[in-house]
């Protein structure tokens, strides 16, 4: 067996899912049944295609269906078993299975106002430390799996952007509007030997993402319901 050497690198690809169908507009969160649409398989096909030359050795997914549907094409890519991975699943939020804004849907009703009264923590879900300590672990474990080489990690948008924050010594409560995680997006970490030394961004399929999808896009009136991305 080689010796494991401190200074070898290896490189975690965080990927966000492709779009999902969700034609209700509904904050889906951990619900089951919601899958990739049309344009999110294309999204996965592109990720796929640019993946391919690198050195993946390992790939593994959140157990939504929207993410196994995401990674599927990158572990055929390269010939592996897609792993699951129950510590990169979705935030945990009070108002999944419901619509969600200022003025409609759940906020219209005084009795869920008190999820809100905490952004800090925050008071609507899980806790972003909690959200840490997990996505960490996953990030960690897949590390291990492909040391010197690449392994692939597909979850949803809030893990990774909070684990990203954290890596980069960020305050956690943050716009979500803000968030760079757009739909099959990758963050990028690079260990060395067990310590991330740099972390990278970018966006395979940008080309294919609605504009008022991108990160920084301005909200648009009846459009932008990716919920419990």
């Given at each position: 067996?080689?010796?494991?050497?401190?200074?070898?690198?290896?490189?975690?690809?965080?990927?966000?899912?492709?779009?999902?169908?969700?034609?209700?507009?509904?904050?889906?969160?951990?619900?089951?049944?919601?899958?990739?649409?049309?344009l999110g398989?294309?999204?996965?096909?592109?990720?796929?295609?640019?993946?391919?030359?690198?050195?993946?050795?390992?790939?593994?997914?959140?157990p939504l269906?929207?993410?196994?549907?995401?990674?599927?094409?990158?572990?055929?890519?390269?010939?592996?078993?897609?792993?699951?991975?129950?510590?990169?699943?979705?935030?945990?939020?009070?108002?999944?299975?419901?619509?969600?804004?200022?003025?409609?849907?759940?906020?219209?009703?005084?009795?869920?106002?008190?999820?809100?009264?905490?952004?800090?923590?925050?008071?609507?879900?899980?806790?972003?430390?909690?959200?840490?300590?997990?996505?960490?672990?996953?990030?960690?474990?897949?590390?291990?799996?492909?040391?010197?080489?690449?392994?692939?990690?597909?979850?949803?948008?809030?893990?990774?952007?909070?684990?990203?924050?954290?890596?980069?010594?960020?305050?956690?409560?943050?716009?979500?509007?803000?968030?760079?995680?757009?739909?099959?997006?990758?963050?990028?970490?690079?260990?060395?030997?067990?310590?991330?030394?740099?972390?990278?961004?970018?966006?395979?399929?940008?080309?294919?993402?609605?504009?008022?999808?991108?990160?920084?896009?301005?909200?648009?009136?009846?459009?932008?319901?990716?919920?419990?991305?």
């Amino acid at each position: 067996m080689s010796e494991q050497r401190d200074d070898d690198l290896t490189v975690v690809h965080l990927m966000r899912h492709g779009e999902v169908d969700n034609p209700t507009g509904v904050l889906y969160g951990r619900l089951p049944g919601y899958h990739l649409s049309d344009l999110g398989r294309r999204m996965a096909d592109r990720v796929a295609e640019h993946l391919a030359p690198r050195d993946v050795t390992y790939v593994v997914a959140s157990p939504l269906e929207r993410a196994q549907e995401t990674a599927t094409p990158i572990a055929k890519a390269h010939g592996l078993d897609l792993g699951t991975d129950e510590r990169l699943i979705e935030a945990g939020n009070v108002f999944q299975g419901k619509t969600f804004g200022i003025g409609d849907g759940a906020l219209r009703r005084p009795a869920n106002w008190k999820h809100v009264v905490n952004p800090f923590r925050p008071s609507w879900g899980e806790p972003y430390v909690d959200q840490v300590v997990r996505m960490m672990g996953a990030l960690n474990a897949a590390k291990d799996r492909a040391r010197g080489h690449e392994a692939v990690v597909v979850s949803h948008q809030l893990p990774i952007w909070i684990v990203r924050s954290y890596v980069e010594r960020r305050r956690l409560w943050h716009d979500p509007r803000r968030r760079q995680c757009t739909l099959a997006s990758l963050t990028t970490f690079t260990y060395k030997g067990d310590r991330i030394v740099s972390v990278g961004y970018s966006e395979p399929a940008r080309d294919l993402v609605p504009a008022h999808l991108l990160a920084g896009a301005r909200p648009v009136k009846g459009k932008g319901k990716a919920f419990g991305a």
